[in-house]
């Protein structure tokens, strides 16, 4: 069996009026992520994860800003093309580790739906996704509640056959 390890970053903007993404939860704020797609950080930074993880370069060059048929799409359905991607070149996913960080609103209540939402994007199970949430102890930008960031890493495998 062949592993291989991903890492994944994502930053957006908060802006006033904007819907608040995150792993294909809705939050309720006053500010929300601002981007071409739905701007969820934390389906971004999983599949530049996975991407990386697969050397098949980023989630920008897959999906580009510049194309409208991405403009304004669930990110789960971009984590579900990126498993497909996946699958054409062999690998699986082994599990999913991710960090958020932002000031408010607190996510620890909206866990258990990020992970479902997440898992069935995937097709693994809930239990190989961890999601964990951080705040910036009010420094910088995040602290000022003018963006969010997502951290994640992955371990992805593909089993080998022996051909004499």
Partial sequence: MKIRVGFGFDVHQLKEGHPFIMGGVKLEHASGAYGHSDADVLVHAICDALLGAANLRDIGYHFPNTDDRWKGISSLILLQ????????????????????????????????????????????????????????????????????????????????????
């Fill in 81 to 164: 093309e990126c498993i497909s991607l996946l699958a054409q070149k062999g690998w699986t996913v082994g599990n999913i580790d991710a960090m958020i960080c932002l000031e408010a609103p607190k996510l620890n209540p909206h866990v258990p739906a990020m992970k479902q939402n997440i898992a069935k994007a995937a097709g693994i199970d809930e239990d190989d996704i961890s999601i964990k949430a951080t705040t910036n102890e009010k420094m910088g930008f995040i602290g000022r509640e003018e963006g969010v960031v997502a951290y994640a890493v992955c371990l992805i495998q593909k089993t080998l056959t022996n051909a004499y």
